[in-house]
């Protein structure tokens, strides 16, 4: 199996920064992407941003030019720091891990969330 513990969450007033992390663990052989997707309340989850193995990343639109992700490969550890944070950046973020576990079948796994609270 593979674990996801994500850490950093918390109440930040606007135009503050926090910075959120997931580290993966467990029976894995090679991770292809590591990626952040939030979801506020009543609305659907959507994608922040993913990194790939190559370091290749895509942002939503909402995010560019505040939010940097970044990984650390040997360590099987994404970040995401958020800066300039909106009220509307407000929810829970989720960290999604995908590769291929050692016993070669290929592994889509979701964090458990951390809430990130943006408020005055």
């Known amino acids: 199996q593979v674990q996801l513990v994500e850490s950093g969450g918390g109440l930040v007033q606007p135009g503050g920064s926090l910075r959120l992390s997931c580290a993966a663990s467990?029976?894995?052989?090679?991770?292809?992407?590591m990626g952040w997707y939030r979801q506020a309340p009543g609305k659907q989850r959507e994608l922040v941003a993913v990194?790939?193995?190559?370091?290749?990343?895509n942002y939503a639109a909402s995010v560019k030019g505040r939010f940097t992700i970044s990984s650390d490969n040997a360590k099987n550890k994404v970040y995401l720091q958020m800066n300039s944070l909106k009220p509307e950046d407000t929810a829970v973020y989720y960290c999604?891990?995908?590769?291929?576990?050692?016993?070669?079948?290929?592994?889509?796994?979701w964090g458990q969330g951390t809430q990130v609270t943006v408020s005055s």
């Open positions: 999604n891990v995908g590769g291929v576990k050692l016993d070669s079948y290929k592994f889509d796994y």
């Open positions: 467990g029976s894995i052989f090679s991770i292809n992407f």
């Open positions: 990194i790939t193995r190559s370091g290749a990343t």
